[in-house]
């Protein structure tokens, strides 16, 4: 529900609950770029294996955009993101 159709029908408290599940994913894209920052060993593994394999970065954006679905997000961009960082 958008806030428009919020206000009109006289529940924000719709709006806040679609507000935060629009903001789950910017969130979690958010935290891991912080995980990222704080751990540079981390990083020092994931970027190769990102760069490695541009598919998964492309996946990992499309996840955030709404366009992977959590199944397929698990199989086309964390599966292969480990195994990744597991070879580095």
Do not use: T
């Amino acid at each position: 529900m958008g806030l428009a159709d919020a206000l009109a029908a006289g529940r924000l408290a719709d709006y806040q609950s679609a507000h935060n599940r629009l903001m789950r994913r910017p969130a979690m894209m958010g935290f891991m770029m912080f995980l990222l920052d704080r751990w540079p060993g981390l990083l020092n593994c994931v970027l190769p294996a990102l760069a490695a394999r541009p598919s998964i970065f492309y996946n990992m954006l499309a996840k955030h955009v709404g366009d992977l679905k959590p199944g397929e997000f698990v199989f086309d961009a964390i599966s292969p993101l480990g195994w990744g960082i597991l070879q580095s």
